[in-house]
């Protein structure tokens, strides 16, 4: 794409994982963008520690899951507040998740940004917006002298929970402040009597010393008497102090790579977009990092903007349709805020949170219970807000086995493109001719599916779809059942609304 004055379509600040996803997102829809990072460089850290279900599902559905998967491991242990929850009855491919360092992650989707002709700028630091009419004017501060300027359609801050682009923009970030401070640790731990500790529980909070790599140790510490100062740094000698006050031994620990501070504070974006200027992941949304979800959500936040954003800068759909992202996205973050704040009161010290974890954890026994939390946790269970009774509709598509004229295929490969699809199962003329009027965008796919029925977590078994019209990002916006006449006037209805009007005479009905 390209157009006259502007730098890029879209520019993206924050090279973390959900700036990147969006990137790539983006240039797999033909749109221009430019990412500004103010890092010379990545730094190597990682916060996170994996991805769950949902986030495995949407690699696999651009055909990258293959990468991640060579270099993590696919374990069973997602927890909530510490208390173990049993995936495998997930209907998913990838119901477990995927243990692999944030930094490889940022790797692996830097490399295929590269790969899709991303254009990634270090040292550049969002430090001024402007929005017009036409678009946004973003300063840039530089490793050079003189601050640069450059133009944009659309911006989008992926920079963090200490967002500019959001305070610069105006959106408020209300919330509650941390109530507890907790410190890690990359560190040597020579005296730990066992292979690892999660979530011992002591007096004055909890801690945990879990095995990263041979001979290094990650130490978490959470305290609960006092409330660190976000902008004082976290040192070696604290996490000492803290694991010691808890634990009484310090385990040897020595040699820290990397030593930080998290806290308990849950915020999120009053709004995720100011006319061209969105929000998306850590500078949307901060929380407990309980359950590990931060990262999933940035990233499935971009999968959610980056197709729409790209038939708006297009001009196809109208600029209304980037209002869908903040009804989308906002409540599965205030979701995630909430179920957070609950891990956080389950973690606390004290016989009564003894109690009640012992209570809680006895409830996990039961099926449903498990299924609520890990469909919670795994992203599985999201729905987006939708006008029909069908179950799929607003829900991610199950990943099943097809067959075509050409040869056996599956659902999120159809996806690969990152093209919105109509997956026609019983051949309908009726859904042949309207997928014409929008041919340019939508990927008409006729196919069999061998199933009755299809597995949809926090369903159940449903009987299979005759015709599925599915979002780039993997969501149902309408759904067909065999045995009635497809609704052929909500097909066209979903498809105007998600992919903006057919063009000019192609909708005969
Ligand atoms: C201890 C801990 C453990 C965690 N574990 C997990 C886990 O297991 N699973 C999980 O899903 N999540 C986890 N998280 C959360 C996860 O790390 C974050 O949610 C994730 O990093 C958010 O990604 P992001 O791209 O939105 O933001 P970030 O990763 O914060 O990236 C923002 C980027 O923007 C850049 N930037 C900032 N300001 C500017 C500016 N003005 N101009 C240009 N660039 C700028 C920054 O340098 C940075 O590179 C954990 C968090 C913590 C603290």
Not at 11 to 18: E, K, L, M, Q, Y
Not at 267 to 277: E, I, L, N
Not at 377 to 405: A, F, M, N
């Amino acid at each position: 794409m390209g157009h006259a004055g502007m730098d890029a379509d879209v520019v993206i600040a924050g090279a973390g994982p959900t700036g990147l996803m969006l990137a790539c997102e983006l240039r797999l829809a033909g749109v221009d963008v430019l990412v500004v990072e103010r890092l010379p460089e990545r730094t190597g850290e990682s916060r996170a520690g994996g991805m769950h279900s949902r986030t495995l599902e949407v690699l696999d559905q651009r055909g990258v899951l293959d990468r991640f998967l060579a270099v993590g491991e696919l374990t069973p242990v997602a927890h909530f507040s510490g208390l173990w929850l049993d995936l495998d009855g997930f209907e998913s491919r990838y119901p477990h998740p995927l243990m692999l360092p944030q930094s490889a992650i940022e790797r692996l989707l830097e490399e295929w940004a590269a790969e899709l002709g991303v254009r990634l700028r270090w040292s550049a630091e969002v430090s001024g917006i402007r929005q017009d009419g036409t678009g946004v004017e973003v300063e840039l501060s530089t490793a050079e002298a003189a601050p640069a300027t450059v133009r944009a359609r659309y911006l989008v801050g992926c920079d963090g929970g200490r967002s500019t682009v959001r305070k610069l923009s105006g959106i408020g970030f209300p919330g509650t402040p941390a109530t507890m401070t907790a410190l890690l640790g990359d560190v040597e731990l020579p005296g730990l009597p066992e292979e690892y500790i999660f979530m011992r529980r002591c007096p004055g909070g909890h801690f945990s010393a879990i095995a990263l790599e041979p001979g290094w140790h990650r130490v978490f510490t959470s305290e609960y008497d006092h409330v660190a100062d976000r902008d004082e740094p976290a040192t070696f000698e604290q996490l000492r102090e803290s694991l010691i006050r808890l634990a009484g031994t310090d385990y040897g620990m020595h040699n820290p790579k990397w030593i930080s501070r998290f806290g308990d504070a849950a915020r999120q974006a009053s709004q995720y977009r100011a006319g061209r200027v969105l929000l998306a992941g850590d500078a949307a949304h901060i929380h407990y990092p309980a359950g590990g979800q931060g990262l999933n959500i940035g990233v499935q936040d971009a999968v959610n903007l980056g197709w729409k954003l790209a038939l708006v800068a297009r001009g196809q759909a109208p600029e209304s349709l980037l209002d869908s992202y903040h009804a989308e996205r906002h409540p599965v973050a205030e979701r995630v805020l909430h179920n957070t704040r609950a891990q956080a009161a389950l973690a606390r010290p004290g016989t009564q949170t003894d109690a009640l974890r012992e209570l809680f954890g006895s409830l996990l026994v039961f099926d449903d219970v498990n299924q609520l939390l890990g469909g919670m946790i795994t992203g599985l269970d999201i729905r987006y807000p939708v006008d029909s009774d069908h179950p799929l509709v607003g829900r991610r598509v199950p990943d099943v086995d097809l067959k075509t004229p050409d040869g056996d295929t599956w659902v999120y490969a159809l996806l690969h493109p990152a093209h919105p699809v109509l997956l026609d199962l019983r051949g309908s003329v009726e859904v042949a001719a309207v997928a014409d009027a929008w041919a340019d965008r939508v990927d008409l796919v006729e196919a069999r599916s061998e199933d009755d029925h299809w597995p949809v977590p926090a369903v159940g078994e449903i009987p299979a779809p005759a015709a599925l019209l599915i979002r780039p990002d993997g969501h149902v916006a309408w759904a067909a059942t065999i045995g009635s006449a497809p609704d052929t006037s909500g097909l066209r209805g979903a498809l105007a609304t998600w992919f903006g009007p057919a063009p000019r005479g192609r909708d005969i009905a």
